[in-house]
């Protein structure tokens, strides 16, 4: 009976040079019954030889290793074992960077290491986050995100002249997690800059959603930017809330504003999709569009019922095109959404929504 059950676990490889956080990274495995540690590798050439043996169902994937970067491990894995590979990453500037790109490599999360674990509490803690990040990343579908990634190529680009900037008193809010950042590239890059000011909140760390925010404003045509305290929402700008923070929507129709706070996780989240939306439900009530995209867990669901109850109209991705259909599943449960829509058809869905 115990075989059965270890058949039935999710298998996990961690790579990581550190012996002491390849230690932590395994007890946080091994303390979780869902979960099989079927070994770690201070190196690639060592996980290789591992993933020979035993295919993973998730790696954890280290980003600076000797001999060769997780970078560079990560691009050739994936041509030959697309997995669901989680980064793991010292806040650097440099390694931040080469997490974005690995997003690009199909690499579908990230996780800090925090600088301090010393307390029971804060390391129990880690070890549960860790462990909800890998038990969702086995339930995404890989082979899609690759794929959505080679679509972004194909995007209709609007070159519109930039639009002069008016107030708003429409406003979207979009809420999403693992296989997030290739869904919103995605449907930004469709947009033209004459859409009502957005509000996205994707569950990054800190120091990451500024380099996404960066990218999202080189290759669309709408203003984005990282979120700052006070900033103000106005035609074709989109705000992304800060890693490491929350971003709740405040003013009124036509003068709307963020917040930027140091406010408590929920849902273990910071920044948190249901502090978003619930704020949005707030403030701007039937004036809102809501979206839930691909994601691990259920924070922004109950928000996005919130908005629903408010008056906003709300959508949930599909189950088709959602890498990790999670939340929007987790809403659709709570029956918070007004529409199911594939991520290809919501551009349009919102371009025909607020076209003049």
Do not use: W
């Amino acid at each position: 009976m115990g075989e059965i059950n270890r058949k039935q676990r999710i298998k996990v490889l961690v790579i990581d040079d550190s012996v002491i956080f390849r230690r932590v990274l395994a007890n946080a495995v091994e303390s979780d019954i869902e979960l099989d540690l079927i070994g770690t590798a201070a190196d690639p050439f060592k996980a290789v030889e591992i993933i020979e043996k035993n295919v993973p169902d998730v790696i954890t994937l280290d980003i600076e290793m000797p001999g060769m970067d997780g970078l560079t491990f990560l691009d050739k894995l994936m041509k030959q074992y697309p997995l669901p590979v989680i980064m793991v990453s010292s806040i650097t500037k440099g390694n931040k960077e080469v997490c974005m790109d690995a997003f690009q490599k199909g690499a579908l999360d990230i996780i800090h290491k925090p600088n301090h674990l010393k307390s029971n509490d804060n390391l129990f803690d880690f070890y549960a986050f860790v462990c909800e990040k890998i038990k969702g990343a086995a339930k995404a579908n890989i082979k899609l995100k690759q794929k959505q990634v080679i679509d972004l190529s194909n995007i209709r680009q609007f070159n519109n002249a930039p639009a002069q900037i008016v107030q708003t008193t429409d406003i979207i809010a979009i809420g999403a997690s693992a296989g997030g950042t290739t869904a919103i590239e995605y449907i930004l890059r469709a947009l033209p800059a004459s859409m009502p000011g957005m509000v996205i909140t994707q569950h990054m760390p800190k120091g990451f959603t500024k380099l996404f925010a960066d990218r999202l404003n080189d290759i669309t045509e709408l203003n984005v930017k990282e979120a700052d305290d006070g900033d103000k929402l106005s035609q074709g700008t989109v705000l992304i809330a800060q890693g490491g923070k929350q971003m709740e929507l405040a003013g009124s129709a036509g003068n709307y504003r963020v917040n930027v706070t140091d406010a408590e996780p929920v849902n273990r989240h910071r920044p948190s999709v249901d502090v978003l939306f619930d704020s949005v439900a707030r403030v701007a009530k039937n004036r809102a569009t809501g979206l839930i995209l691909t994601g691990m867990g259920a924070d922004g669901a109950k928000g996005l019922l919130n908005m629903k109850n408010a008056g906003a109209f709300t959508i949930a991705q599909d189950q088709l095109s959602s890498v990790v259909y999670g939340m929007p599943y987790q809403a659709v449960l709570l029956n918070a959404q007004q529409q199911i829509l594939s991520l290809q058809e919501i551009p349009n869905y919102l371009i025909n929504k607020y076209k003049k």
